[in-house]
């Protein structure tokens, strides 16, 4: 019998009952798509903050005088750097320099070459003064750069890929300590050294921050003359004077460190413990003991004092705890100089 008008209850039934699938369905598919738009901004913003870490690395090294490794030499200067004012570095390693030997994946823990942590010299500016007696004298200054890890909300812990900042600590300028022990006549190296800590203005009327500590570069920093302080009269002094620390101790420049160069971005080096997917011990050996080693921050160097180069490979992930964590991958081959 063919009905005149209406539905039967069935027909309700599975009208409704497609309808709300339909519904969901297409709920659902906007929201992946939301989703899958803001994991790719987010994506975007990981490699874009990777890229600029790389380059600001790029960009010190240009200027590097002094490339240090993992060695007496090396460590003895790392052991210099204050942290009473910065965040207390884990506990990393300078990469082994080899001279002969190309940028590969460590072998062993004995034969690895890999480090965590980056440190260098470089040239910060140069002055001319002149004398009283007319004689003029160009000096240049230099600062201390170490990048290194350090620990935020816990650190690295399993099951997580984040808990690691990453610090450029910069120090306080420093003084060539070979142009000064080149200034013969006593007077006029009183007078360098007095303008060179006072900030008094250089044949260009410029002024520059006040440098205190003479350096011999590169020399063993326990020799008594490797470091020595300017007095603000222009006395040179062996041994640290108040109101520095009573031993030898390089303190951070507050307007040049970067005490922290990602939580604030809301992004992390990636911790040993992220999925290996991510690359995380590319050339480095994995180590799970202690703070770890070597993260997503992974340093070779190669090559001649002339023709230094330094692997940087780096590994970051954004900190949101929700969907999908964004990750970057960068890696590059940086020329420097080690005089």
Do not use: C
């Not at 987010?42 to 600001?56: K, V």
């Not at 750097?81 to 190309?102: C, N, Q, R, V």
């Not at 990453?166 to 200034?183: H, P, S, T």
Request: aromatic share 8%; proline share 4%; charged share 20%.
């Amino acid at each position: 019998m063919r009905r005149d008008r209406g539905f039967t209850l069935l027909e309700v039934i599975l009208s409704s009952t497609i309808l709300t699938v339909m519904v969901f369905l297409m709920t659902t598919l906007s929201i992946s798509g939301s989703d899958a738009q803001k994991y790719a901004e987010r994506l975007n913003r990981t490699t874009e903050i990777a890229q600029r870490l790389l380059d600001d690395a790029r960009q010190e090294l240009i200027s590097s005088v002094i490339l240090f490794h993992d060695n007496a030499i090396g460590n003895a200067y790392k052991d210099l750097l204050d942290h009473s004012s910065t965040k207390t570095p884990i506990t990393g390693k300078l990469p082994k320099l080899e001279t002969t030997e190309i940028f590969d994946k460590d072998p062993t823990s004995s034969l690895a070459k890999t480090g965590n942590e980056l440190l260098f010299t470089r040239y910060a500016w140069s002055t001319v003064f002149e004398t009283i007696a007319g004689n003029r004298y160009q000096i240049d200054v230099y600062r201390f750069v170490y990048y290194y890890l350090a620990e935020e909300e816990g650190g690295p812990q399993p099951g997580s890929p984040i808990g690691l900042n990453l610090v450029k600590w910069i120090g306080e300028a420093m003084v060539d300590g070979d142009q000064i022990d080149a200034i013969e006549d006593s007077t006029d190296r009183t007078e360098v050294l007095s303008h060179l800590v006072n900030q008094t203005a250089d044949v260009n009327g410029k002024t520059h921050p006040s440098a205190e500590i003479v350096w011999l570069r590169g020399e063993d920093p326990s020799l008594p003359t490797t470091l020595r302080h300017i007095q603000p009269s222009g006395i040179l002094m062996d041994d640290p004077q108040v109101p520095r620390s009573s031993i030898w101790k390089l303190y951070a420049d507050a307007g040049h460190t970067e005490d922290g160069m990602l939580f604030f971005r809301h992004h992390s080096i990636a911790t040993n413990y992220a999925r290996t997917t991510l690359g995380v011990g590319r050339f480095g050996i994995q180590d799970m003991s202690g703070d770890g080693f070597p993260h997503g921050f992974e340093l070779q160097m190669i090559g001649p004092a002339s023709a230094r180069q330094i692997l940087l490979h780096m590994v970051l992930v954004g900190n949101n705890r929700q969907g999908q964590i964004p990750h970057a991958r960068v890696q590059a081959i940086i020329d420097a100089r080690d005089l």
